[in-house]
């Protein structure tokens, strides 16, 4: 008898806008009983930390709330400390699936490099473990999660199914409507963020940055995530840990390596 | 007559190790009278920062030296808002090239995914910069960073001379040594760390946790970055920003659209 299969999923859920979003709590009603809920996440914002880790400092955690099916921790790092943290010290077993999110803005397009969402659920995949970030386009504290619960549900049904191949990891996002037509598997759109900065005074009238910016989608091609989004659907990009340009790769090898 | 082309290139030169590191003060030096430079880099140590942003408190610059073909700045903010506040709001025209480092330490396989380094090389690449990273697999303060401003160089020059292609960038790291062979064209290895945490105890006698860890390689194909490493050899990774499993999305296709 295989012990394993009598367990539920044990399912890691972590975020970057930090425990106490509305995101993360909704997403945890959510998967109420779909199996052993272990939420480990920040103390407080982490967006935009992307895949950063801590290193120059040390890093703690605490147990903030325990019911039957349901363990939430918070944890003074960045997202991906919280899933290294969390695999490597807290969990008696490996994850059968980790969920980052909901989170609180979008990530299509290249803000899937930036984005603390993303780096937790790129680290999920690293380890190993099917991993799935969801995200509503919506920045609001009190933002309208049903259709993204019911959306991110779906995937991960078929997720904790099927599984996913070695290295790759998946990345929902969510327009904001109360009745979203349904799921398209996109790529990550080409494009870029532009006018990235404003300009401010501080206290002495000398000059400050805020990042601020909007999103120019160069585009062109109908499978494009961010055109998904503006007309209404959810996306879904299937992403790799495996950044390697193999085409370049065998290019330069002609100058580098003729021999090889 | 095309006046850009009278110009020398104007080369954007950042770390994750701050402008007072030794590595990027060694780069500078080997790329003098190749072309303007132009030093925009943390104010201090920004290691494992990834593609880390700062969203919610301002950033600031100053200029810190200024000489004939060199302007160095000092930034308070990480790696890629670094990149993001010289192009946007600091140089007077598009840079032709970015190198970020020499990294005090290697940024090979999956660490390519941690790296402030590579997190401000990919950032040139969304800009549509041709942008290298560089690496010594030495993380002392004085490491001897000849062999890597010489095999740098020739990177350098390949790319001034051939640009790269729309959304790859590149990744060299050196091992360390006297007379390296060469450079070997590689992918990214797959493998991860393991053994992440080191537990110790804070003032209190609460348990705090310092990130460590060693990386175990799980790649066995002989074009790896790894081995190539191990071997003595400087690894060359071009890399792309387009993370999308295109294989995996075309399967996924079939559950979630079916008609498409």
Chains 1, 2 share one sequence.
């Not at 039957?68 to 290294?84: F, M, Q, R």
């Not at 969510?174 to 790529?187: A, S």
């Not at 499978?223 to 996306?235: Q, R, T």
Request: hydrophobic fraction near 35%; charged fraction near 25%; proline fraction near 6%.
């Amino acid at each position: 008898m295989n012990m394993k299969e009598t367990k539920r999923p044990l399912i890691l859920i972590t975020n970057d806008d930090g425990y106490q979003a509305k995101g993360i709590n909704e997403l945890i009603k959510s998967l109420w009983g779909v199996g052993e809920l272990v939420v480990f996440a920040p103390d407080g914002p982490r967006s935009g930390m992307s895949s950063a880790i801590t290193s120059l400092i040390p890093i703690k955690y605490k147990l903030i709330r325990q019911e039957e099916g349901l363990k939430v921790y918070s944890c003074t790092g960045t997202p991906v400390d919280c899933v290294k943290l969390a695999i490597n010290e807290v969990l008696e077993r490996e994850p059968d699936l980790l969920v980052s999110g909901i989170n609180h803005g979008g990530n299509m397009a290249i803000c899937v490099n930036y984005s603390g969402t993303m780096g937790a659920t790129a680290e999920g995949c690293i380890f190993g473990i099917p991993s799935i970030g969801l995200s509503l386009l919506d920045h609001q504290p009190d933002a309208d999660f049903r259709e993204t619960c019911r959306l991110g549900r779906t995937v991960i049904d078929y997720v904790l199914e099927k599984g996913l191949p070695h290295g790759t990891y998946l990345n929902l996002n969510v327009p904001v409507g109360e009745h979203i037509p349904g799921i398209k598997l996109c790529h990550q759109a080409d494009g870029r963020w532009i006018k990235e900065f404003k300009r401010s005074e501080d206290g002495n009238g000398k000059p400050v940055y805020w990042l601020t910016g909007e999103f120019r989608n160069d585009d062109t091609h109908p499978d494009n995530d961010m055109l998904a989004l503006d007309n209404g659907y959810a996306s879904l990009v299937p992403c790799k840990l495996d950044v390697t340009d193999y085409d370049l790769l065998s290019e330069m090898r002609k100058t580098f390596n003729p021999n090889l």
